[in-house]
């Protein structure tokens, strides 16, 4: 069993920062890459950013520059800085994990927290 946990959301003036955290625990034997998605209300769950285990980073657009992703694989905890918010970053941000949970077999399953809350609002 893996669970995912996150925590950070809340609810932000736009321009500001908050910074979400996710740990993964449970029957895990590697990383590959964890990352966050988002979802906004009638609309499709979309990748923010991604981070391997070897530290490559990925982002989407609407994000580079002011996001940032990193990680800290001793603990299996991924983070997000995230800055300068708009309104339209608004959505539920899940964390989410690729990992093989057994040095056994080489199958990778992928995993998602909960969803926590963001909200840029005046």
């Known amino acids: 069993q893996v669970q995912l946990v996150e925590s950070g959301g809340g609810l932000v003036q736009p321009g500001g920062s908050l910074r979400l955290s996710c740990a993964a625990s449970g029957s895990i034997f590697s990383i590959n890459t964890m990352g966050w998605y988002r979802q906004a209300p009638g609309k499709q769950r979309d990748l923010v950013a991604a981070i391997t285990s070897g530290g490559s980073t990925n982002y989407a657009d609407s994000v580079k520059g002011r996001f940032t992703i990193s990680s800290d694989n001793a603990k299996n905890t991924v983070y997000l800085q995230m800055n300068s918010l708009k309104p339209e970053d608004t959505a539920v941000y899940y964390c989410?994990?690729?990992?093989?949970?057994?040095?056994?077999?080489?199958?990778?399953?992928?995993?998602w927290g909960q969803g926590t809350q963001v909200t840029v609002s005046s």
């Open positions: 989410n994990a690729l990992l093989r949970t057994s040095s056994y077999y080489t199958t990778q399953f992928q995993y």
